[in-house]
């Protein structure tokens, strides 16, 4: 699995006097597997780009390749596209419209054409996967808590079995608790099921924790693109876009300037505990 | 003097099934008292369905008690005949800016709460016009709504609240749906109220670093008040904390590890600051 | 598609018929429209017309805007002639086929395409120049005599307010749900009308439950900040008669009898 996005520019409302360039000159690479922070904030770009990756939205100019295929190819079917590469939207559970929640699930395997046995088969494995309480299985998802809704809302993309996981902010709105169990969840799709994992995030600390590469948006562009030791190093670049880095990075920052020899790269709490014992111990 | 006062609050959701039958209850407050100091900033924090908003929702007298009381500036909110004196002294904000903003315009929402009080036409736009220079949204008050961002609505109905001159303004996770700049616009604004206008502030949140500069944190839990005290108590707990599922900010993280790990740093270490100069002190510079 | 239709919409300027006060703006329409009806000649018409070309120049909305509006209209007029033209019985002037067109037959259709036309854009005039919470606030102060027979003038024009406040929210909603469902490999384009109408379930009861959810949000907020109705309310932006206002509605009145006397006057008469 890969996707290659190609100097991707995409103008909302492109012949009305209020068009907007959302995506300027977007390339990006991804490989089967990575797990994917894209991190900007309001009106950066980052939901655009990413109806792009399942071909909802369709760029004024650039290509899109999945597997080495020109998505915008005339004999491409986009809606494969779509199964293959599964998009969760911002508060998902807001699409929940069954009366249990176990066929809002199969609503996807059944658009897929599948049979009735083997939707079945899929949302139950997809309720596995979310570690969705069996209790609720045929309960109606509008009795459901917020977490829990969430995850349904989850589920009913993951039982589509797509090869590419994007989730646009999947913990916006729930609390602590909701919020790490969401995001251990989505982890274990990763590291257990190799799905390739591209998360969409406000937040910097919980992106720091989970992501092996993380793509910075900003005005529509690709601001940055590394791993998250490489990016929190920027905090002042971060600053200067609205964003910023997560709290252990000024700690760092303003111990160091107060001269203590830290080294570069520390964005976990025990790292920082490790190098001040070490200074300190 | 205590601007707000529960005592003994019990508040119950009953579930019922298609006959009227009920089929579960849900204890969303457990006997709460507590007691609110008029200027005060006050959190409470917790995780969902800890009964946070419930609370919140008493104390503007759209919930009653089941059992014990409120008082709101010495009214008890059971009160009916003066249910709007209560709302006036202390008005709310809720978690979605987009379901509770009313007017098509900016300064016509902020008009909303005096025009229902009866307040005269030309007052009326005197305290819209301080609002909206209060939380730095002047310059707005004639945009739609609908063309603004999510820290910028928000700050639009703490306006609408503000316009109604009120003792206490309580808001119920004011900054769940916003991202990281929104919340910053918020909480800064919140804070402006408190300090310059000296209103009372009830904030209701999860996210624990918007408490840091609290008076006083409630933290709930299943209904209950489970710890209260200034931050720098609560922030020391940090393993009741992590029980209890809150979102524990880096700093205090760090503080707490350091000190397991058996350096002397004194309890309740709140900001980046404070950490910086601990560390230098036991490095001797 | 949705966004070529500007009929309804407001046209922000600054201008002499913006200013009015709502009230002169409603009944003015109101009266217009009558009066269309009410016409039995061309002169009458051309009156109409003339009026109508004042209020625009007045105005200063552009002619290229109104006249966008009117293609989204254009269909409707063409049934009309359609209809007019061959159904209408009278003296035969045309035959082919089994087709007959008749003098009474071309009549009708010109009288009902002239007076379409006025009507539209007559009515749209009061919505280009005038902002749907005016409207509204018009409407509650001009029919509050119809309180008196317990007609809740002020909650229905608040339930107009909110409805167009959120009109937009869940139009927006309704993108964001039909993309997510078509993410979930859901299918409005293809199959026949009943597969299409099934298709639109996932998309309608999201909408419902989020439409309820957000009243009973918007309730409790505006509950909290004290709303109970329309008793002892006062208003920000209270509506008062200014000259201009005075000085329309006695226009108003000259045009009423100017149509009166054509429709009277024989000279004019042409059927």
């Known amino acids: 699995m890969s996707i290659v996005v190609d100097h991707v520019n995409f103008i909302y409302g492109a012949d009305t006097e209020h068009s907007v360039h959302a995506l300027k000159d977007v390339c990006l690479n991804i490989s089967d597997g990575e797990f994917i922070g894209v991190i900007g904030h309001t009106g950066s770009g980052k939901s655009t780009l990413m109806q792009h990756l399942n071909g909802l939205l369709k760029a004024s100019s650039g290509s899109i390749y999945f597997n080495g295929q020109d998505i915008y190819d005339k004999d491409y079917k986009l809606k494969d596209l779509r199964l293959k590469v599964g998009l969760v939207f911002q508060y998902p559970e807001h699409q929940l419209f069954e009366t249990d929640v176990f066929s809002d699930i199969k609503f996807g395997p059944m658009n897929q054409g599948l049979t009735k046995k083997e939707a079945e088969l899929r949302a139950y494995e997809a309720l596995r996967m979310v570690d969705f309480p069996e209790e609720f299985y045929y309960a109606s998802p509008f009795e459901l808590s917020g977490g829990q809704k969430r995850r349904a809302a989850i589920a009913g993309v993951l039982a589509m079995n797509p090869e590419v996981l994007i989730l646009d902010e999947p913990t916006a709105g729930l609390d602590p608790k909701g919020r790490f169990e969401i995001l251990d969840q989505i982890k274990k799709l990763q590291t257990e099921r190799h799905m390739t994992i591209i998360l969409v995030s406000h937040s910097m600390e919980d992106v720091a924790e989970y992501v092996d590469r993380i793509v910075v948006m900003n005005n529509g562009e690709v601001f940055a693109d590394g791993s998250p030791r490489e990016i929190f190093g920027y905090v002042k670049e971060l600053e200067a876009i609205g964003l910023s880095a997560p709290q252990i990075g000024y700690i760092a920052r303003n111990l160091r300037r107060a001269g203590f020899a830290l080294p570069d790269g520390i964005i976990t709490v025990s790292e920082a505990a490790d190098a001040i014992m070490e200074i300190l111990g | ?285 | 598609m949705i966004r070529d239709i500007t009929i309804g919409q407001y046209y922000q300027t600054d201008s002499v018929i913006h200013r009015l006060d709502p009230r002169v703006k409603l009944l003015g329409t109101f009266i217009y429209i009558i009066m269309l009806f009410m016409m039995k000649n061309p002169a009458g018409y051309a009156l109409a017309f003339l009026f109508l070309i004042l209020v625009i120049k007045l105005s200063r909305v552009p002619l290229k805007f109104i006249l966008k509006g009117m293609k989204s209209i254009v269909f409707i007029l063409f049934i009309t002639v359609f209809f007019n033209l061959f159904m209408t019985p009278g003296e035969e002037l045309v035959r082919f086929w089994k087709i007959t067109i008749t003098d009474r037959g071309v009549a009708n259709a010109l009288t009902m395409t002239v007076r379409l036309s006025l009507l539209i854009i007559g009515s749209s005039m009061m919505t280009f120049t005038t902002t749907p919470n005016e409207l509204t606030d018009g409407m509650e102060k001009g029919l509050r005599g119809l309180k008196k027979i317990k007609v809740p003038v002020h909650e229905m024009a608040m339930m107009m307010s909110i409805a167009l406040r959120f009109i937009p929210i869940l139009l927006e909603e309704t993108d964001k749900i039909m993309k997510a469902q078509m993410a979930r490999g859901a299918d409005f384009e293809s199959g026949g009308l009943i597969k299409r109408a099934k298709a639109m379930v996932p998309i309608l009861v999201p909408l419902f439950v989020s439409a309820f959810r957000r009243a009973n949000d918007l309730a409790m907020a505006m509950e909290a900040r004290c709303y109970h109705g329309g008793e002892g309310r006062t208003k920000m932006k209270p509506l008062i008669y200014k000259r201009r206002d005075a000085v329309s509605y006695i226009i108003l009145a000259v045009y009423v009898v100017l149509v009166f006397f054509l429709g009277r006057h024989a000279m004019f008469k042409v059927w």
Request: hydrophobic share 40%.
């Open chain 2, 1 to 285: 003097m205590d601007l707000i006062k529960a005592r003994d609050v019990l508040f119950e959701y009953i579930r019922r099934d298609d006959e009227g039958n009920v089929e579960g209850i849900t204890t969303a407050l457990d006997h709460v008292s507590l007691d609110v100091k008029q200027g005060d900033f006050v959190c409470i924090l917790g995780h969902n369905g800890s009964g946070k908003s419930t609370l919140a929702k008493h104390i503007n007298a759209l919930l009653y008690p089941e059992e014990g009381s409120i008082w709101v500036d010495g009214i008890n909110t059971r009160d009916d005949e003066k249910i709007l004196e209560v709302r006036r002294r202390a008005g709310m904000v809720f978690q979605n800016p987009d379901n509770q903003i009313i007017g098509q315009v900016v300064e016509e929402d902020v008009g909303f709460g005096p025009e229902n009080l009866g307040v005269p036409t030309s007052e009326i736009w005197e305290r819209v016009e301080e609002s909206l220079k209060a939380v730095g949204m002047y310059e707005y008050r004639e945009f739609s709504p609908n063309k603004l961002s999510g820290g910028q609505k928000q700050r639009v109905s703490i306006a609408g609240v503000l316009a109604m001159h009120p003792k206490c303004i309580v808001l119920d996770e004011p900054t769940a749906m916003l991202d990281p700049k929104g919340r910053k616009e918020v909480v800064r604004a919140v804070r402006g109220l408190n300090q310059v206008e000296g209103v009372t502030v009830i904030l209701i949140t999860h996210y624990m670093e918007e408490t840091v500069h609290a008076d006083k944190i409630f933290v709930m839990d299943k209904g209950k008040v489970v710890m209260q005290g200034p931050p720098k108590d609560i922030f020391s707990q940090v393993e009741a904390l992590k029980e209890l599922r809150l979102d524990v900010p880096q700093v205090t993280l760090l503080a707490y590890e350091l000190k397991k790990r058996g350096l002397d740093l004194p309890d309740g270490i709140l900001t980046v600051d404070e950490m910086v100069d601990e560390l230098k002190k036991l490095k001797g510079i």
